[in-house]
């Protein structure tokens, strides 16, 4: 019984990091695609059928290339910054339930790599580490542009991450758990009379706005890609690098993208519930089939709309993005706990009248 | 001051409305045209596979033909290279020997023929001065690209129309 557990969670904890670094890479593909055809051009397409090999092609071409260090950089520093940018990018996805449970042996195990009860807790303790990455990398080039745009990174995620706690602790009183799993499990619940349909954003449409702004700011996207900007700042904190360590930079990026997906569907979107799930009378394993299936649907869209808004909008300027940060959506975000805190006690214990 | 035209417009510059601060509005008729753009047909021409269909009279790379019998058309007069404004064509011309005759078609021609396509500007007035009809400008080839200057210079082996099939 031990055995067969640890075979299926190492197996479930294999395939969800494969399945990131694979989502990651194809993103980079999937970007110049969709750049290309909201450009109305055809994109890369000589690499393998329809150019499905680029992201090797450029994976080898960025291996082959130089390795260079500045001179008066901070070597320890250098290499340290992408790398963590890489790893904190990683960790993220260790807590983010990929789909509901397997049954083998009359033994339920859970289709994500750790299950921790303070799961929405541990992403944004990971993904807050992620700035350091990038300003560790601005800071140890040595020169002032990177500097500049790391200090752009640092000043804009924090700012931002400030209005995507106040949207989260608003989904929280709704849920009134830190369990990814848990607020997964209660959107399979049954609402309008479907089961699997108790999504939460019918319950926090405004929450979810501000969290998606906010997951772009914290991703670095565009609109908020002043980090950066190459307009103003050459490449902002990746000026100076080159070959892999540009490579884990740009990858990092998509990884993040990919977490925020991730996220966002998990806590929004009902994870790995779909509509009927429950009334279907399928087997639990192949519901469970379904479910991941459906939330990788769903990542895709998000990794999608992305993109899409990327080659739409154009860039911030830098008071507009703080001033949109600190006047416009804490302030609505904490009306929103406001409201969400006052209709709840309401809602429970009626009216103080 | 008097607008000449009357298409001047004039501008307001209305304080925003709710809807226009929210920005949402906007931001989503902006994504609405960059979808409609996504499904749009590509204006690409993938080049080596497919190329772009060219016009019957498009002055392209510079042939000599042949005649019915697959001899030489070009007697080597020189009409071409002095209506040549950029003086591109040289020739020398040579005088047919006995037994040659399914070769040449005059007692005259052309022993070499040479267009420097670096100085050709395919106006096609070789073309509009030959008595013979034996240069043309082809609709479906143009001279292409190389790496060295003495690569652009067209000799007979290049120009001539290779003989058909029947003759050899």
């Not at chain 1, 190459?230 to 998509?254: D, K, P, R």
């Not at chain 2, 607008?3 to 304080?15: F, G, H, M, T, Y």
Request: with cysteine; charged share 15%.
């Amino acid at each position: 019984m031990e055995s067969t557990e640890f075979l299926v969670r190492s197996a479930v904890i294999l395939a969800v990091f494969g399945i990131t670094l694979l989502i990651a890479t194809y993103s980079t593909y999937a970007e110049r695609k969709i750049a290309a055809f909201i450009q109305d051009r055809v994109g890369p397409n000589r690499a393998g059928p329809m150019g499905l090999l680029q992201p090797l092609a450029d994976a080898v071409k960025l291996f082959f290339k130089e390795e260079f260090v500045p001179a008066n950089a901070n070597k320890f520093l250098f290499i340290a910054g992408p790398s963590l940018a890489m790893l904190t990018a990683c960790m993220a996805s260790a807590v983010i339930p990929f789909g509901n449970t397997i049954l083998i042996d009359g033994q339920y195990i859970n289709v994500q790599a750790i299950e921790v009860n303070i799961g929405i807790l541990y992403i944004f303790g990971v993904v807050a580490l992620g700035v350091y990455g990038i300003m560790i990398g601005g800071w140890a080039s040595n020169n002032k542009f990177s500097l500049l745009g790391a200090i752009r990174a640092a000043s804009q995620n924090i700012s931002y991450e400030l209005a995507m706690g106040m949207s989260i602790i608003a989904l929280l009183l709704v849920s009134s758990s830190l369990s990814l799993r848990v607020i997964a499990q209660q959107q399979g619940e049954t609402l309008f009379g479907i089961s699997g349909m108790n999504w939460n954003i019918f319950y926090q449409p405004l929450g979810f706005l501000i969290f998606i702004i906010c997951a772009f700011a914290e991703t670095n996207r565009v609109p908020f890609d002043l980090p950066e900007c190459e307009t103003e700042l050459i490449g902002g904190y990746h000026t100076e690098y080159s070959s892999m360590g540009m490579g884990l930079y740009l990858f990092a990026e998509y990884v993040n993208i990919f977490v925020a997906s991730a996220v966002m569907a998990t806590l929004y979107f009902g994870g790995y519930n779909f509509p009927f799930m429950y009334d279907l009378g399928l087997p639990h394993n192949l519901v469970t089939l379904i479910g991941t299936g459906v939330l990788f649907i769903k990542i895709l869209m998000f990794i999608f709309f992305f993109m899409w808004v990327r080659w739409t909008l154009p860039r911030f300027r830098y008071d507009q993005l703080m001033n949109l940060g600190w006047k416009v959506l804490i302030p609505l975000s904490i009306a929103n706990v406001i409201i969400t805190a006052a209709v709840i006690l309401i809602s429970e214990q009626g009216l103080p009248w | 001051m008097q607008s000449l035209s009357n298409r001047a417009k004039k501008l307001e510059k209305k304080p925003m409305n709710f809807s226009e601060r929210m920005y949402l509005p906007a931001i989503f008729q902006g994504l609405s045209i960059t979808m409609r753009h996504f499904f749009k047909k590509k204006a690409t021409i993938k080049y080596p596979e497919e190329t772009r269909p060219m016009s019957a009279v498009w002055r392209g790379l510079h042939v000599l033909k042949r005649d019915e019998k697959g001899r030489e058309r070009c007697t080597a007069c020189g009409l071409c290279a002095v209506a040549c404004p950029a003086e591109a064509i040289t020739m020398v011309a040579g005088e047919r020997k006995r037994g040659e005759e399914h070769l040449y078609r005059e007692e005259k021609y052309a022993v070499s023929y040479e267009i420097n396509m670096l100085r050709c500007i395919f106006c096609g007035l070789c073309e509009e001065a030959c008595p013979k009809a034996a240069i043309f400008l082809q609709n479906d080839k143009v001279a292409p690209a190389r790496y060295e200057r003495d690569e652009f210079i067209y000799g007979k082996d290049r120009l001539v129309e290779p003989m058909p099939i029947q003759n050899q």
